[in-house]
């Protein structure tokens, strides 16, 4: 059974930088698609970006363009996503998510983490 582990979430203030790990068990991790998706209180999980099985392709969110870094290291079974210029519209929980596409929907994810915390402050 894949089991796949956020860490990294935190509290920082607006402008500031988080980077989050997603670290995944088994074997087959470098033949998926990886994602992050977050989820803000009260609203529905949203799609954040996806990196492809080798790492050549990305794809991210219209709002986070530019500011998101998806990668992975398939070496270490982890992906992460390095989150710069933040905002307070960014705090949600962050989950990571193992796909067959390289897509922003959710049902084509198949694996789920159990989510980390992010809070950026005003």
């Known amino acids: 059974q894949v089991q796949l582990v956020e860490s990294g979430g935190g509290w920082v203030q607006a402008g500031g930088s988080l980077r989050l790990s997603c670290a995944a068990s088994?074997?087959?991790?470098?033949?998926?698609?990886m994602g992050w998706f977050r989820q803000a209180p009260g609203k529905e999980r949203e799609f954040v970006a996806a990196?492809?099985?080798?790492?050549?392709?990305?794809y991210y969110v219209d709002s986070v363009k530019g500011r998101f870094t998806i990668s992975r290291d398939n070496a270490k079974n982890t992906v992460y996503l390095q989150m710069n210029s933040l905002k307070p519209e960014d705090t949600a929980v962050y989950y990571c998510?193992?796909?067959?596409?390289?897509?922003?929907?959710?049902?084509?994810?198949?694996?789920w983490g159990q989510g980390t915390q992010v809070t950026v402050s005003p």
């Open positions: 990196i492809s099985w080798s790492g050549d392709s990305t």
């Open positions: 998510a193992r796909g067959l596409l390289l897509t922003k929907r959710a049902t084509s994810y198949d694996r």
């Open positions: 088994g074997r087959t991790f470098s033949s998926y698609v």
